[in-house]
């Protein structure tokens, strides 16, 4: 396993000072998405991937994973809203070629949310559907597609993402601190370790989706080695965040950064 830093943890930074931000922290890999100052354009993947790719290899830094939104926010043309499988087909073709070219090992979406007149199960029902839409162009691809299970998506329980699983063979982009927030323990979530293909570092307590590294009720030893026995070979991506989301907007995103990178290292033994 070796550490990633995601681009959206540094809103104001453009694309390069977040890779310099890297570099400099000795992480050397960057998750990269379509938010803040390092956003990608989406049209411009969708519309020219093999153009977005190149400029992606010209930043001379491994990354790892690609945080796709297929929409805007968490609700536009989520995965379980009726009517949007076949332009999320057509847009994860142009995706996956782009993450492809780009030489990026994996692709991460949302699951979607309970739109408006649906209940859990039948949000359930139409994203399984849509994930195996989506798988099917992502067999002929080299890049992986997973999904991240999150707070206010309708997949926000250990027991009910399982299922997902069982139901598609879709992977995960696995965050610990979505579940702890709604308080399940660490070792109701140890279970979801061998569907990791990517994987998100974030302190967490419940009621809360960000907390103080010393402030939170994470055991992260535990999990490098639950993710480790697992046999997890994948990237841990630090992910402490500055955003309105879930009120994650008080911590030092730089000193929690160098604090769970810390953490790793010792536990590895660097």
Same mark, same amino acid.
């Given at each position: 396993m070796q550490l990633s830093l995601t681009a959206w943890s540094f809103p104001a930074c453009n694309l390069n000072e977040c890779v310099s931000i890297s570099k400099a922290l000795g992480i050397n890999a960057l998750d990269v998405g379509l938010h803040y100052r390092s956003g990608l354009n989406r049209a411009e993947i969708l519309s020219d991937p093999l153009a977005v790719a190149e400029k992606i290899r010209a930043l001379n830094i491994t990354v790892p994973n690609y945080y796709h939104q297929f929409?805007?926010? $968490?609700?536009? +043309?989520n995965l379980a809203l009726p009517g949007t499988i076949t332009q999320n087909v057509q847009d994860i073709e142009a995706v996956l070629t782009f993450a492809d070219a780009a030489n990026i090992a994996s692709v991460f979406i949302l699951p979607g949310i309970i739109n408006p007149g649906q209940s859990r199960d039948q949000a359930a029902e $139409?994203?399984? +559907?849509?994930?195996?839409a989506l798988l099917e162009v992502a067999s002929h691809h080299k890049a992986k597609l997973c999904i991240e299970p999150h707070v206010q998506s309708w997949a926000e329980s250990p027991a009910i993402v399982q299922r997902l699983i069982d139901q598609t063979g879709i992977g995960l982009a696995l965050d610990y601190s979505h579940f702890a927030c709604l308080g399940y323990r660490q070792d109701e979530i140890d279970p979801l370790a061998k569907?990791?293909?990517h994987v998100h570092l974030r302190q967490a307590k419940m009621g809360h989706l960000q907390a103080k590294f010393a402030q939170g009720t994470l055991n992260f030893p535990a999990m490098?080695?639950?993710l480790r026995d697992a046999d997890y070979h994948g990237?841990?991506?630090l992910e402490a965040v500055h955003q309105d989301y879930m009120n994650t907007l008080s911590e030092d995103v730089l000193t929690e950064t160098i604090l769970m990178r810390d953490c790793f290292q010792n536990w590895k033994g660097n």
């Open positions: 929409g805007e926010a $968490i609700t536009g +043309q $139409i994203s399984a +559907q849509s994930i195996k569907h990791a293909i490098f080695a639950t990237h841990l991506a």
